[in-house]
């Protein structure tokens, strides 16, 4: 099970943090991953990370300004997005897979939390 959270309403330029946890029967060989969505858009991939060994993938729209992280002792990742913009505003969600690879596809991932809701407004 994953649980998401941390959404809220911002300012251009402001931060958040975003959390995933998982609970239940976490695979060591894991993955995760934060897509977002915005209103008629596709889902996007934004952030993930292996578990093995803590490599860590950015989308293209998001580095330099979002880093994801984790906390090995509870499996749980962070999403620290910093300079945001009116186009970050989306519902955010974390996704899982078992197995080291972090795909960018959101088909990849079977197991998937509850999404977030960012807005970036002035």
């Known amino acids: 099970q994953l649980q998401a959270s941390g959404g809220g309403l911002v300012q251009p330029g402001g931060s958040l943090r975003l959390s995933c946890a998982a609970s239940g029967r976490p695979f060591p060989t894991m993955s995760l991953a934060w897509f977002r969505q915005a209103p008629g858009k596709e889902r996007e991939f934004v952030s993930g990370?292996?578990?093995?060994?803590?490599?860590?993938y950015l989308g293209n729209s998001v580095k330099g300004r979002f880093t994801i992280s984790r906390d090995n002792a509870g499996y749980t990742v962070f999403l620290q997005m910093n300079s945001l913009k009116p186009e970050d505003a989306a519902t955010y969600y974390c996704?899982?897979?078992?197995?080291?690879?972090?795909?960018?596809?959101?088909?990849?991932?079977?197991?998937w939390g509850q999404g977030t809701q960012v807005t970036v407004s002035s």
């Open positions: 996704a899982a897979r078992q197995g080291p690879e972090v795909p960018t596809t959101r088909y990849r991932y079977p197991f």
């Open positions: 990370l292996s578990w093995v060994d803590g490599s860590a």
